[in-house]
Antibody, heavy 119, light 107 residues
């Protein structure tokens, strides 16, 4: 059974950092592209970041809104994907979802983790 | 970035009614279009990929179509479990972009 479980969310102050983790199981993680998608309270979905697999040279892409502040990474030995979030802003407040898939075809999603940026 | 214009923003329909939601891409994305359904408090669910192919386990009353850069999601006979918010997503090139969503409610 495919599972994705996000952890690491919480309440942080503007300007601070937070690292999200997504533990996965039930599929061959090392050959799977992974993504983060977020949803601000009461708002729509926003794609955040992508990291390709080893055959894609682990290339990463980012939404313009997070470029230069967020870093996506992965540990194939642990079947985990991470999202390092720096210089957090109020507008980054959202539920963050980990999802697997290629070219926008995201077939499995985690349950989401809440990040609240507030002073 | 590629813009996805989704309409309508909200839709009220009766059970067994035919429902159609559309997304217009700002440029040619081929068939790199997926549809998602989200119910309150839940993670999004994968419905359609490649503009027209049903994901595993999705009822056959759902269908997707494409005409140029316009994409449509059709529910042939609305059921109560179909209520929620629907999003399109272009996966042609990063940054991937979602439509703004369509909230589907019961009339």
């Amino acid at each position: 059974e495919v599972q994705l479980v996000e952890t690491g969310g919480g309440l942080v102050q503007p300007g601070s950092s937070l690292k999200l983790s997504c533990a996965t199981s039930g599929f061959t993680f090392s050959i799977t592209w992974m993504n983060w998608v977020r949803q601000a309270p009461g708002k729509g979905l926003e794609w955040v970041a992508l990291i390709k697999d080893k055959y894609g040279n682990y290339e990463a892409n980012y939404a313009e809104s997070v470029k230069g502040r967020f870093t996506i990474s992965r540990d194939d030995s642990k079947s985990r994907v991470y999202l390092q979030m720096n210089t957090l802003r109020d507008q980054d407040t959202a539920t963050y979802y980990c999802t697997r898939g290629i070219m926008g075809n995201f077939d499995y999603w985690g349950q989401g983790v809440m990040v609240t940026v507030s002073s | 970035d590629i813009q996805m214009t989704q309409s309508p923003a909200s839709l009220s329909a009766s059970l067994e009614e035919v429902v159609t939601i559309t997304c217009q891409a700002s440029l040619d994305i081929g068939n790199w279009l997926a549809w998602y359904q989200q119910k309150p408090g839940k993670s999004p669910q994968f419905l359609i990929f490649g503009a027209t192919s049903l994901a595993d386990g999705v009822p056959s009353r759902f269908s997707g179509s494409r005409s140029g850069t316009q994409y449509s999601l059709k529910i042939s006979r609305l059921q109560v479990e179909d209520l929620g918010i629907y999003y399109c997503l272009q996966g042609y090139s990063a940054p991937y972009t979602f439509g703004a969503g369509t909230k589907l409610e019961l009339k």
